[in-house]
């Protein structure tokens, strides 16, 4: 395998297991991102990257590039609900500078990382860029035969570090804190699914022609209300953590499923094996507590 591959938001929590897969497999690849993250492979080219700078983007597809993935822009859904202009911004118009950058350059996959958030009436500001993109993308296939692949995922985890993730701060909240706290009622049920599983099936993806110009909706079989998933970790740390539900409905948020109806038609995957979810949580709380015994034995 001698194929390049351009990951854009290559550094983020999800893009660093997707490069670190792809390299296993024996492509080339370059992560391009606004700041280099302490888990990219040395393996991997880096190149400090902002989405928004069209002429940038299109430098770094060059004809030789087989495949390209966008995992970068905003993915916090409540930061997008106060910054609609940004949001919209960077999600919609930094994907049609990649989009454009791939136009005419034979590209064999562009790969569009969205959410399950993309056909709900739930999700603000994120949800309505995410289906913009998905449409642009689609739209760039049609007019220009770029193929493509949108992957909606749903609820990722990890034990890498990374504030937007839902996941891994509720963790190191129960770590560092001895308390939980959420402003539901805690069954609002999720279907996790470990990054590296995540990664996993993002490069296979690629390596199978079944996909192409389709839509996937890329989850675990972990399904469970939050409330079990703040019982789990407080049973993992001893009982020691304080569960505090505040009951205050989030619109924003869905409960049991994130779709709305939607005409379009999308298969799910969902990984065979898997990573345990209780094996996956205890890795992350371990990487969690060495993370703040390092920061403090550093006066951090």
Known sequence: MNESVVVFGGAGFLGCY???ELLKRGYRVTAADLRKSEYLPDR???VECNIMDREMVSRL????VSYVYNFAGMANLDQAVTMPVATIETNIVGNLNILEGCRDKNIKRYV???SAYALSDRGSFYGVSKLASEKLTEEYYRAFGLEFTIIRYGSVYGERAYGNNYLYSVLKSAITEK????DRDGQEVREYIHAQDA???SVDIIEDGKFANGHIILTGIERMPRVDLFTMIKEILGNDVEIVLNKEVNDHHYKLTPYSFHPSVCKKLVPNPFIDMGQGILDCIREIHDREINRKENGD
């Open 18 to 20: 997707v490069v670190e």
């Open 44 to 46: 991997c080219d880096f």
């Open 61 to 64: 597809i060059t004809p030789e």
């Open 112 to 114: 569009y990382a969205s």
């Open 179 to 182: 308390k939980i706290v959420h």
């Open 199 to 201: 990664a996993t099936m």
